[in-house]
T-cell receptor
Framework: AQSVTQLGSHVSVSEGALVLLRCNYS??????LFWYVQYPNQGLQLLLK??????LVKGINGFEAEFKKSETSFHLTKPSAHMSDAAEYFC????????????FGQGTELSVKP | NAGVTQTPKFQVLKTGQSMTLQCAQD?????MSWYRQDPGMGLRLIHY???????DQGEVPNGYNVSRSTTEDFPLRLLSAAPSQTSVYFC??????????????FGPGTRLTVL
């Protein structure tokens, strides 16, 4: 069985500060991992995904995430927060050949203070 | 391409009423899914389909029915609405079973309130 845990339901940072959103996964098979962002009253947009090609994955809007198998983690980072980054972020996992069956974490709401 | 579209955007039902949430995609994707989003619980899979005529249950299927007669459409039916089904519903689609390059694309959501 697969599962995802996001540590911290709310994270608040100052504009220009480092953003770190934590995600740990559990999977009995090599996982595919995803980060999605949801802006208020909108659907989910893919930020980045890990598909075993490289452990450091770069996504849109300056975000990146590093897959660490030994720590079963896939934390999302951005060096310098912008006000427009305020949103809810979801980590998700699926196994190979499990199209259509994403398992999501609980979500982390990111606030950015001026 | 319009991507994944959902109708209606908002809906209010009374307990016991039935309704269908519509989902369509124009990307010729094989896989389609329905999720519900509740505060503090992320998104949970309700039902999914791996192609026309083939559907299967997800994590929280009770109270919902689906069918897939065409590649493009994947409607979600609430048989007898209950207040516990108050949620935001998202439809998603992806090209295939999930190889290295496969990604799920999400619709804008339907916000459902059951009184």
């Amino acid at each position: 069985a697969q599962s995802v845990t996001q540590l911290g339901s709310h994270v608040s940072v100052s504009e220009g500060a480092l953003v770190l959103l934590r995600c740990n996964y559990s999977s009995s098979v090599p996982p595919y991992l995803f980060w999605y962002v949801q802006y208020p009253n909108q659907g989910l947009q893919l930020l980045l995904k890990y598909t075993s090609a490289a452990t450091l994955v770069k996504g849109i809007n300056g975000f990146e995430a590093e897959f660490k198998k030994s720590e079963t983690s896939f934390h999302l980072t951005k060096p310098s927060a912008h006000m427009s980054d305020a949103a809810e972020y979801f980590c998700a996992v699926r196994g190979w050949n499990q199209g259509g069956k994403l398992i999501f974490g609980q979500g982390t709401e990111l606030s950015v203070k001026p | 391409n319009a991507g994944v579209t959902q109708t209606p955007k908002f809906q209010v039902l009374k307990t016991g009423q039935s309704m269908t949430l519509q989902c369509a995609q124009d990307m010729n994707h094989e896989y389609m899914s329905w999720y519900r989003q509740d505060p503090g619980m992320g998104l949970r899979l309700i039902h999914y389909s791996v192609g026309a005529g083939i559907t299967d249950q997800g994590e929280v299927p009770n109270g919902y029915n689906v069918s897939r007669s065409t590649t493009e459409d994947f409607p979600l039916r609430l048989l007898s609405a209950a207040p516990s089904q108050t949620s935001v519903y998202f439809c998603a689609s992806s090209y295939s079973a999930g190889g290295n390059t496969d990604t799920q694309y999400f619709g804008p959501g339907t916000r459902l309130t059951v009184l």
